[in-house]
C-alpha cells in the first residue's frame, strides 16, 4: 500500500534556494536603499564578463539574478531579452527576465484555467549539466561565494552529501556572514541531519541581530533541533520597532508566531502570524497553513489559494481536488526538489486516491535522487511498480529498504506492497502472510493503517476472484470506519464499487 508522512511538525526554516530564485523571492532584497560597494560592483562586473564572453541561458540567468538584487537592471536588458527569446529557458529564469523588462507573464495554457498534465520526467543529467556549467564558472571566479553556494545546492539536490558539504563550507569562508550563504548553509546541514552545525553558524553570524532573515531563520532552526532560540526577544523587539518593510518581516513574524502557538499562546500566535502575512514569503504562507491545519486556535488562513504551491497541495486534498493536488505538489517539488514532503504527497496522492501510478513512480524517484534510503518513498516507487505489473524492479526496491531504522508506519506499508507483489505472482498463501503481518503490526501499535492494509488485501482477494473476497471486503468496511484521510475516503469509495471477477485472474507475468 502506499504511505504517507502524516503532516508532520513543521518550522519556518529556510528555503534552499539557488541564488536565482532567492532573488526572485525577494528573500534578498536590501533591508534598505542600496549602498554599492566593492564586492557587489567586483561580483556585477564578473557576470558581465562572462555574459560578453560566452552567452548562454546559464549566464545570461546569473547576470540577471545579480543585476535585479543589486538595482542594475539597466546592464541586463539584452540578457533579460536573450531568455525570453529561447524556449528553452527555464520558468523561473524567464519570470525574472520579464520582471526585470518589466513585462508581465502570459497566463497559463493561454487562459485562467490551471495546468493540470502530470509530473513530467525527471532527469537526473540535467543537474550533472548544471554541475558542470558552474564547475566552468568556478573556473574563472574561483572567489564567487554565490557560485559556490549554487554548487552546494544542486549537489544537494542530487544526492551527493560531501560534495554538497565541501562547497557550501567554501562559500563561508569566502562570505561567513552573507544572507544568502548562511540561510542555504543552515537548511543544508539541517537536510543533513547536522541541525546543531547549521544553527551554530547562524548564533554566530555577526549581523544576526540587525537581519529579520537570518533572526527568523535561528528562531526556526532551533525550534527544529529541540531548542529554544535565544533571540526570541531580540526578534520581537526588530518586529516592535517596524524600521523595514513587512515584506523582510515576514518570516520572523512567523518564526516567533509558530513558538507562541506551540506554547499554547493562540491569540499572541493569530497577532503574529496576521503580521506574517502582510507581505508574505512563500515560506510564510506555507507556515500559516501548517498551522491552521495542525494546530488549534492558531488559524488566519482560510481554504482560499495562497501563494504557496505546498500550503495549495494540502488545501486541494483536504478538498479532494486529486488533479490540483498533484499539480501543486509537482509544483513544489519543483521550487524545493531535495525535500522529502513534496514527493511523497505526490506520490501518495497519485496512487491512492486517482490509481496514477505513472504519476506516483515520477514523484518517488525524483525524491529518491536527494533521499535515496527514504522508506516511504520507497516503499511507494516499489507500489507503483507492482500496480503496473513491474514485480521484479519493485522486489528489487523493497528488498533494498532497511527495516531495521524504518518506523511502524513504514513497516506496515511494506508489508502490505509484499503482499501486494505476491498476490500479483499468483502466490496468494504468501500474499495473504504479508496482509497478516501488516494488519496485526498495525493493530499492536494502535495504527489506523491496518486498517488500510485490510482495504487492499480485500482489493486482491476481488481481483483474484477468490472464494472468500466478499467476506474480506466487509470485514474491510466495517475497519475502515476509523479512516478519516481524504485518500482513504476515497479508497473505501472505490471498494464498495469493485466487481469482484467470477473466476481466478491469471497472475501478472514477472517482467
Not at 540577471?64 to 542594475?72: E, I
Not at 536573450?82 to 524556449?87: E, G, P, Q, V, Y
Request: glycine content about 6%; aromatic content about 6%; hydrophobic content about 40%.
Amino acid at each position: 500500500m502506499a504511505a504517507i508522512i502524516e503532516d508532520r511538525e513543521r518550522r519556518v526554516v529556510p528555503r534552499l534556494r539557488n541564488f536565482e530564485s532567492g532573488v526572485r523571492s525577494g528573500e534578498l532584497d536590501c533591508l534598505r536603499p542600496f549602498e554599492a560597494n566593492p564586492f557587489s560592483v567586483e561580483m556585477l562586473k564578473n557576470v558581465l564578463d562572462d555574459w560578453e564572453s560566452q552567452p548562454g541561458i546559464s549566464v545570461a540567468a546569473d547576470l540577471v539574478s545579480v543585476a535585479v538584487t543589486l538595482g542594475h537592471n539597466n546592464v541586463a536588458t539584452d540578457a533579460a531579452r536573450f531568455l525570453i527569446s529561447r524556449a528553452e529557458t527555464p520558468p523561473a529564469a524567464r519570470s525574472l527576465a520579464m520582471q526585470l523588462l518589466g513585462e508581465e507573464e502570459p497566463p497559463i495554457n493561454g487562459g485562467g484555467a490551471a495546468l493540470l498534465e502530470g509530473p513530467s520526467t525527471f532527469v537526473p543529467s540535467d543537474l550533472h549539466s548544471q554541475i558542470h556549467r558552474v564547475r566552468l564558472q568556478l573556473h574563472n571566479h574561483p572567489l564567487n561565494p554565490i557560485l559556490w553556494t549554487n554548487l552546494a545546492i544542486a549537489y544537494t539536490t542530487l544526492g551527493q552529501p560531501k560534495q554538497a558539504r565541501r562547497a557550501i563550507r567554501i562559500a563561508l569562508s569566502l562570505a561567513p556572514d552573507n544572507r544568502f550563504v548562511l540561510r542555504d548553509a543552515a537548511r543544508l546541514f539541517l537536510h543533513q541531519q547536522d541541525g546543531d552545525a547549521g544553527h551554530k553558524l547562524l548564533v554566530r553570524a555577526k549581523n544576526l541581530k540587525g537581519d529579520p532573515w537570518l533572526l527568523a531563520a535561528e528562531i526556526a532552526t532551533a525550534g527544529a533541533i529541540g531548542k529554544t532560540s535565544q533571540f526570541i526577544k531580540v526578534g520581537q523587539n526588530f518586529l516592535d520597532r517596524g524600521i523595514v518593510r513587512p515584506q523582510h518581516l515576514s518570516e520572523l513574524a512567523s518564526a516567533i508566531g509558530t513558538e507562541e502557538a506551540f506554547s499554547g499562546n493562540g491569540k499572541g500566535a493569530r497577532k503574529l502570524l496576521r503580521r506574517s502575512l502582510e507581505e508574505p514569503s512563500e515560506n510564510a504562507v506555507a507556515q500559516a497553513a501548517w498551522l491552521a491545519r495542525n494546530v488549534p486556535g492558531a488559524a488566519v488562513l482560510g481554504a482560499q489559494k495562497t501563494i504557496s504551491f505546498e500550503a495549495n497541495a494540502w488545501l486541494a486534498r483536504e478538498a479532494r481536488q486529486w488533479r490540483y493536488a498533484i499539480l501543486q505538489s509537482y509544483h513544489w517539488q519543483n521550487d524545493q526538489p531535495f525535500s522529502s514532503r513534496p514527493a511523497v504527497l505526490g506520490s501518495f496522492t497519485a496512487c491512492t486516491a486517482l490509481e496514477q501510478y505513472e504519476d506516483g513512480i515520477a514523484f518517488a524517484k525524483r525524491g529518491l535522487v536527494s533521499n535515496p534510503q527514504h522508506a516511504t518513498l520507497q516503499n511507494n516507487l516499489a507500489f507503483a511498480m507492482g500496480h503496473l505489473g513491474r514485480i521484479t524492479e519493485a522486489q528489487r526496491i523493497l528488498d533494498q529498504i532497511n527495516l531495521a531504522t524504518a518506523d511502524v508506519s513504514d513497516r506496515i506499508a511494506v508489508n502490505a506492497t509484499r503482499g501486494l507483489i505476491a498476490f500479483r505472482q499468483g502466490e496468494l498463501a504468501r500474499g495473504r502472510s504479508f496482509y497478516r503481518d501488516a494488519i496485526a503490526l498495525g493493530e499492536s501499535h494502535k495504527d489506523h493503517r491496518h486498517a488500510v492494509a485490510r482495504l487492499y488485501h480485500a482489493f486482491e482477494e476481488l481481483r483474484q476472484g477468490t472464494a472468500e473476497a466478499e467476506r474480506y471486503r466487509q470485514e474491510a468496511l466495517a475497519a475502515a470506519k476509523m479512516l478519516t484521510s481524504p485518500e482513504h475516503l476515497a479508497l473505501i469509495e472505490r471498494l464498495k464499487e469493485y466487481k469482484p471477477v467470477s473466476t481466478s485472474a491469471p497472475a501478472v507475468s514477472v517482467t
